[in-house]
């Protein structure tokens, strides 16, 4: 078995903002496993608030090649390589290079059916309130919208109104991304509960969740940043009603797919998203996306090119073909 890594540079089609940070352009790993006429790729970003960036990335992967080249298993691979992006891109490539030799898609070797198109959100970075209403509107076949907030309260609470007020029809969900504090919390759901706003994603700073023990919220509330693997999926039970799963976080489908088990087990709901990410790099998302009961995967819509085949994007739906990875025919590069 070989593995080769690639860098690419993924320019967006605008700059993306969040709370803390405003993204340009991402850099990804994309790595290849070849054996014989076999080949399985793989794609990550990353996380970059654990700095878990490219640098980081390669070395990681560099560290683990006599071990993936020897022909480790997707299951040695959770103890070969801790979660993150590096983990990510080659779980992907591993799954892949299954499924050519075994000639089934990557969806029948992971035991699911055979996959449908998945409702997702379709994200707005955070401006001006007006900006972001002149976003949601042109995001005219969405049926489900998520918005990135800042911890500027009542700025956060202006850009939801206007949001609310230009797409009566969808459903809303908001992203806090570490920027409030517990005691901004009954104010902040106050205010999206009359906005019909259905989720509140990580409110507060990772390392403060049992700040969240105890509030009464009629809201759902997400945990992403808090979330980070199969470890941490116990510690949500009181904090965080729906767990929300990133491959880059986790480490890949093999772990997101433990995730979710255990997540339904604990009576927690179901999230996918996604870091920003090429079609290669939402195809493993989407199979775990049939399992969720929330998807947030538009990251090629946020990139100004994305790769080909491409996932589709089609009246609020996203699907991902066979054709776009893990189909179990042999990969042509």
């Known amino acids: ?109 992971a035991g699911l059916d055979e996959p449908k198109p998945v409702r997702t959100t379709m994200t707005i970075g955070a401006d001006n309130p007006e900006a972001m209403a002149r976003r949601a509107t042109g995001y005219a076949s969405a049926k489900a919208i998520k918005v990135k907030l800042t911890g500027e309260l009542e700025l956060d609470i202006a850009r939801v109104a206007a949001i609310r007020a230009a797409r009566p029809d969808v459903w809303l969900g908001v992203d806090g991304n570490q920027g409030f504090a517990i005691d901004e919390l009954d104010r902040l759901i106050q205010s999206l509960q009359a906005h019909d706003v259905a989720l509140l994603e990580q409110p507060l700073r990772r390392g403060r969740e049992a700040d969240l023990e105890g509030l009464s919220s009629p809201i759902p509330i997400a945990g992403d940043e808090s979330l980070i693997s199969l470890a941490d999926v116990a510690g949500a039970v009181g904090r965080f009603d729906v767990v929300n799963i990133k491959l880059d976080k986790c480490g890949g489908l093999t772990e997101g797919l433990l995730m979710a088990a255990e997540a339904r087990r604990l009576g927690l709901g179901v999230m996918v998203g996604t870091m920003i990410a090429t079609s290669l790099g939402t195809a493993p998302g989407f199979l775990l996306g049939q399992l969720a009961d929330l998807v947030d995967l538009d990251g090629p819509i946020l990139i100004a090119q994305d790769r ?20 179990g025919a042999p990969v042509r590069a």
């Not at 990353?46 to 980081?56: I, N, P, R």
């Open 1 to 109: 078995m070989r593995l080769t890594l690639e860098t690419e540079a993924l320019r967006l089609a605008e700059p993306f903002a969040i709370s803390g940070y405003v993204f340009e352009h991402v850099e990804v790993m994309v790595t290849t496993l070849e054996e014989g006429a076999h080949r399985g790729r793989g794609e990550a970003a990353g996380v970059y608030y654990l700095g878990d960036d490219l640098a980081h990335m390669r070395a990681e992967a560099e560290a683990a090649r006599e071990a993936i080249e020897a022909g480790l298993t997707r299951e040695d691979l959770r103890s070969v390589l801790p979660p993150g992006g590096a983990r990510n891109a080659i779980d992907a490539a591993l799954w892949e290079l299954e499924a050519s030799r075994e000639g089934k898609p990557v969806w029948q070797l």
């Open 308 to 327: 080909e085949p491409s996932v589709t994007y089609e009246d609020g739906m996203l699907y991902a073909g066979a054709q776009v990875w893990g189909s």
